[in-house]
């Protein structure tokens, strides 16, 4: 049985340059999901469960384990001291870690995606994203350290709360997951080098939306349904309403994730720097592909903090069919 700690030791000539940092850094997001695994799994017996009554910058209702669980992550960020300041879904501006201002990395998340879930006992996760800063150490970090394309990432995971709780990272040498167990205190590697199977037979997408959806995504939603036997189809369709529960399922049994521009959010609804782009890191990783429908997710140059982007992710052949079907369909989401 191999830990978490041991793994990331063991593959540590893979980065050099990191001297332990990169250890300490997952580390302490391996420390902020053990504490958010046992708050949400006294959901129910302790006052977590509802709206805060806040709304976050994007005027949407902050969740009451969205706020714990962003502070739990930033508590056991700051205090290793190791990473200069946090971007996050929960924020309304980056953070600044005082007295970290040698931090030589940056960390954007997304404390607990699909909390609304947490009410009816379904799978929730944490998101998050690793930079070396780009500004010189020993200043305050700047909104440029975490401006930075996908393709700039030092590392990358989520953290699924579901029937038991996994913790799955990539730092740009394949995915690996880990599996809490709770009797020992320790995330244990379950599976080494994850890949998508080679042809998918799933797609999530909240199809109540139907409606709202460019045509090309409305007819590839058709395609998906058609009976074709050489291709598998129909396709299953499968929707959690957690970006981490419905990509997981994806990574193991094969498919894609769709959450295309709508009506309400013109842009697309998630967002790019605490959810696409973590997400797309490891789907590449993982033989797989992500799109905002016409270009690659990781190479989009982000333009504000919390930016939001169209997302189709999963198996490469579906992402393609995704993109052709936008190509052949150059209509906007309707207005």
Do not use: W
């Not at 976050?56 to 001291?81: P, T, V, W, Y």
């Amino acid at each position: 049985m191999k830990t978490l700690g041991e793994f990331i030791v063991e593959k540590q000539h893979d980065f050099p340059h990191a001297t332990g940092e990169l250890t300490a850094l997952i580390s302490a997001i391996k420390l902020g999901a053990k504490v958010i695994h046992r708050d949400i799994n006294k959901a129910g017996l302790v006052d977590i469960l509802g709206t805060s009554g806040v709304e976050n910058i994007q005027g949407e209702q902050q969740m009451k384990l969205d706020l714990f669980a962003n502070e739990k992550l930033k508590s056991a960020l700051k205090a290793r001291g190791i990473v200069a300041g946090i971007a996050s879904e929960e924020e309304d501006e980056f953070v600044i870690f005082e007295g970290v201002e040698d931090g030589k990395y940056v960390v954007l998340m997304d404390p607990l995606d699909g909390s609304s879930n947490i009410d009816v006992n379904v799978s929730v996760g944490t998101i998050f994203s690793i930079y070396h800063r780009i500004t010189p150490t020993g200043t305050p970090v700047t909104e440029e350290d975490f401006m930075q394309p996908g393709t700039q990432q030092v590392a990358a995971g989520y953290v699924v709360y579901g029937s038991s709780t996994m913790l799955v990272y990539t730092t740009g040498h394949g995915v690996h997951a880990f599996t809490y167990d709770p009797s020992l205190g320790l995330f244990c590697l379950s599976q080494e080098r994850m890949t998508f199977p080679p042809q998918g037979s799933t797609y999530s997408i909240n199809e109540g939306y139907y409606s709202r959806f460019p045509k090309g995504v409305k007819r590839y939603i058709k395609f998906c349904q058609e009976d074709d036997e050489a291709s598998r189809r129909p396709y299953t369709s499968r929707y959690i309403g957690s970006l981490v529960a419905d990509f997981h399922r994806n990574l193991l049994k094969g498919g894609i994730y769709l959450y295309p521009s709508t009506a309400q959010y013109p842009n697309g609804k998630l967002r790019l720097l605490y959810e696409c782009n973590p997400m797309a890191f490891l789907a590449e990783q993982a033989g797989g592909k992500a799109s905002d429908g016409a270009n690659r997710i990781l190479e989009l140059k982000p333009q504000t903090i919390h930016q939001r982007s169209p997302f189709f992710v999963g198996n490469t052949s579906m992402v393609d069919d995704v993109e052709r079907f936008m190509r052949e369909n150059p209509e906007q989401a309707p207005r």
